[in-house]
């Protein structure tokens, strides 16, 4: 079992920027594909990001050139720097591991076995 723990949300204004991150509780897994969604009320579960074990990112288009994905040396830990922040970023984001894919990371959620408990980003304008 592999426990995820996210921290770093809170409220900015539009254009800010905050950083979040998620520590993985065991290394076995933290070479796989690992990913941010993010759920607003009302909304489904979307893909932000993903980073696989080569540390190649993918990012959902709304958010490329603003967020940037990134672990730890020892892949322990997620990071997801998210600047100029819009108020339609608003939403819970959440950390996943998928441990079966290292390198072709998924973009649902499906895969993804492992979650964090969810931080919340609240952007005003």
């Known amino acids: 079992q592999v426990h995820l723990v996210e921290s770093g949300g809170g409220s900015v204004q539009a254009g800010g920027s905050l950083r979040l991150s998620c520590a993985a509780s065991k290394s076995t897994y933290t070479g796989s594909c690992m990913a941010w969604f993010r759920q607003a009320p009302g909304n489904e579960r979307e893909w932000v990001a993903t980073i696989n074990l080569e540390g190649r990112p993918q990012y959902v288009d709304s958010v490329k050139g603003r967020f940037v994905i990134s672990r730890s040396t020892d892949k322990n830990t997620l990071y997801l720097q998210m600047n100029s922040l819009k108020p339609e970023d608003t939403a819970t984001y959440y950390c996943?591991?998928?441990?079966?894919?290292?390198?072709?990371?998924?973009?649902?959620?499906?895969?993804?076995?492992?979650w964090g408990q969810g931080t919340q980003v609240t952007v005003s304008s």
């Open positions: 996943a591991l998928d441990p079966l894919h290292e390198v072709a990371c998924r973009v649902v959620p499906g895969p993804y076995n492992y």
